[in-house]
């Protein structure tokens, strides 16, 4: 099943292997399905078409030919890196290979891993070995995304969820036990002999198998490590300390009990503490001055954009927290980088949140809840209900009569039903609609968003919008919409942060200014760089001050790893001149760098290019006497750190070479 996640990969649209997994579609198979094949499969309009259009350009032997010859070559060189690995096994498989034809084990064995795979490509993980009655994955490789802690305990409360429903032969059910650790480790191609094997080498793999063997059956337990890179987005259950074979003290252990309902990504992860709100006053009262004309039946909508960890959903919330006193209604839609190809998700979310829908709801009982809260919106919303419950995926034949629509038509009648259900709040009080992370929203949801922009003009409406620089904003030619740039703190105002994350006690001198340089004025930077080095103990408390101890400060906080290193994946396979860059220096030459760098001016050239467009380097002067920056440093040491000891040595080596 790799070969097709690789196929889907070279083409870009990687995001829809684990349905093609789920549903044992491989490359053999492609020729013989239909664009309607490809739409069940969740694939929207344009990405069906770059799929058909490559299967028309190019045999599909000749794909699963270049695609067997080239996946291992693709693979990164070994690196060192932060990976979060699940460790997942069947529950009694011993038993059921004494009770079971050896024939009929193996169909079971079978069923276990498509199904394995399936979920864990679903979340972005990569099946490194099967082991028998076990499965190995790790999250991280062979490329960075963000939140791969949650992403792996997703994985695994789906796996418990799905595995749970194939059954024996006797009609039992399958059960298994996961585990679930983070940690630093060196993860590639070894040289075992085995050109198709990946492996990573260090203490998380084994500790993810001690966690399996503590879990009880159907259950994921995580490391203490995992269970912190969580936040606050899963009900997490301490269990007792053990003593674990391979390990000289008893390992923290922690059984996750379900995921918790939370509106939005800054909620998971900040937890019920707040850092200080700093600067950004000027920001915050221009959003109040639109909030106060908005309330005057003057529609209007904000777009705050800004770098990752600049504090776009910090200002959503301080601007929540200023009209609270307000008579209004907040409407959250939180857009998910898993989510980004599925229609309408952020409005599916917030509805299960308005509706109060639980796991274990039934169809009727889903369908009666939705029924009761859009009647409280009035009957123009509760007669599109059937829209909703289509919407929703509520079965509800016999309750209302077929939608015998074309897709394209549902659609459009649905966002017309969602902009009625805003639409209906407006009466009776000003809405505050906050919609985060833009960058990930899929194209439905873009359509309703702005179809709701020109529909608001002359309500009490307020409509909120974060996103990265990487996503166009296509209303910034309305006139009822305002764009906010949100620039880094100022030296002070990060000082203002770190008198409040220490409680008001000044740190050393040299403390502080490792942590001014290293952060480069961004929120979240600072907060996790101060947190990580409070919590090294390198710092004794001494009444107002605290007292510098002999213990190295920690380069790259374990909260930041998976981002920082997911935005040098994406640029893979010039990732590379990011890594010589970065053993050069923060600033490095171009002259030097070309001396260094195994590859032709052009494609040095374009390779910095990239760069410089991922907003990773900035360039000063022209070739060959320019210079570049990186623009953060923790990029700078996230793309230094990746490397192996042995790679650097020949780096440094080089570079005193070219000197």
Not at 176 to 183: C, F, L
Not at 392 to 409: C, E, F, K, N
Not at 540 to 564: F, K, R, W
Request: hydrophobic fraction near 45%; include cysteine; charged fraction near 25%.
């Amino acid at each position: 099943m790799n070969e097709i996640s690789a196929w889907l990969e070279r083409l870009g649209l990687g995001q829809y292997a684990g349905a093609f997994v789920e549903n044992a579609v491989d490359l053999d198979v492609l020729p013989d399905l239909s664009d309607a094949d490809y739409e069940r499969l969740g694939v929207p309009l344009g990405d069906r078409k770059r799929i058909l259009k490559a299967l028309s350009t190019t045999a599909v032997r000749s794909h699963l030919a270049t695609v067997r010859v080239q996946a291992p070559a693709q693979r990164p060189d070994a690196e060192r890196r932060q990976l979060t690995v699940l460790f997942c096994d069947l529950v009694g498989s011993t038993a059921l290979a004494v009770r079971l034809d050896p024939e009929d084990l193996s169909a079971v064995i079978r069923r276990f891993q498509a199904t394995s795979t399936g979920v864990i490509a679903s979340y972005g993980g990569y099946v490194a070995k099967f082991l028998g009655d076990g499965l190995l994955a790790y999250f991280g490789y062979p490329a960075a995304h963000e939140d791969e802690a949650e992403n792996a305990v997703r994985a695994g409360l789906d796996l418990v969820a799905k595995v749970g429903r194939l059954v024996l032969p006797s009609g039992e059910t399958l059960k298994v036990r996961v585990g679930v650790a983070t940690g630093l480790v060196v993860v590639g191609s070894m040289a075992s002999g085995l050109a198709n094997e990946v492996a990573a080498t260090g203490e998380t793999p084994n500790l993810a198998a001690r966690l399996q063997e503590l879990a009880a059956p159907n259950t994921v337990v995580v490391s203490e490590v995992t269970r912190r890179l969580l936040g606050g987005g899963f009900v997490c259950e301490r269990l007792a300390p053990r003593r674990a074979k391979g390990f000289s003290e008893p390992i923290s252990a922690f059984e996750i009990a379900g995921e918790k309902a939370v509106e939005s990504r800054f909620d998971a992860r900040s937890g019920s503490k707040l850092t200080e709100f700093v600067g950004r006053r000027r920001e915050l009262a221009l959003l109040v001055d639109l909030w106060e004309r908005a309330k005057k039946a003057e529609g209007q909508w904000a777009l705050i954009c800004g770098e990752p960890g600049i504090g776009k959903s910090r200002m959503s919330l301080a601007l929540v927290n200023s009209v609270a006193r307000d008579d209004h209604v907040t409407i959250r839609w939180q857009c998910s980088s898993h989510h980004a190809n599925s229609p309408f998700y952020p409005v599916i979310r917030n509805i299960e949140r308005a509706a109060r829908f639980e796991p274990e709801d039934s169809a009727p009982v889903r369908l009666e809840k939705l029924e009761r809260w859009l009647s409280g919106l009035g009957q123009p919303v509760l007669a599109d209900a059937a829209l909703f419950a289509a919407l929703m995926s509520i079965p509800h034949v016999g309750r209302y009569p077929a939608l015998d629509l074309t897709p394209q038509r549902q659609r459009d009648l649905t966002i017309e039903a969602l902009i009625r259900l805003v639409v209906a709040y407006t009466p009776r009080m000003p809405v505050l609609f906050v919609l985060e992370d833009a960058h990930w929203i899929d194209p439905t949801t873009l359509e309703l968003v702005s179809r709701t922009i020109e529909a608001m003009r002359s309500v009490p409406f307020f409509g909120l919008i974060t996103f990265r620089p990487d996503f166009f904003a296509p209303w910034l030619d309305r006139p009822h919409v305002t764009m906010l740039r949100l620039e880094r703190l100022s030296k002070g105002e990060v000082g203002a942060m770190l008198a409040d994350l220490t409680g008001g006690k000044r740190l050393p001198a040299e403390v502080s200014e490792i942590i001014v340089s290293k952060t480069d004025g961004v929120p979240l930077f600072v907060e996790e760089m101060t947190k990580a080095i409070l919590e090294t103990g390198m710092l004794d408390d001494a009444g107002e001050t605290y007292v510098l101890q002999p213990i190295a400060v920690p380069s790259i906080p374990v909260t930041l790893h998976d981002s920082l290193m997911a935005r040098l994946d994406r640029l893979a396979p010039i990732k590379e001149v990011a890594q010589i860059g970065a053993a050069i220096g923060r600033e490095f030459p171009y002259r030097l760098l070309a001396a260094v760098a195994p590859m032709t001016a052009s494609a040095l050239s374009s390779a910095l290019a990239q760069l410089a467009a991922a907003d990773l380097i900035n360039a000063r002067g022209e070739p060959p006497e320019s210079s570049y920056v990186f623009k953060h440093a923790l990029i700078q040491d996230t793309a230094y750190g990746s490397l192996l000891r042995s790679r650097r040595q020949q780096l440094h080596s080089d570079i005193a070479m070219s000197l």
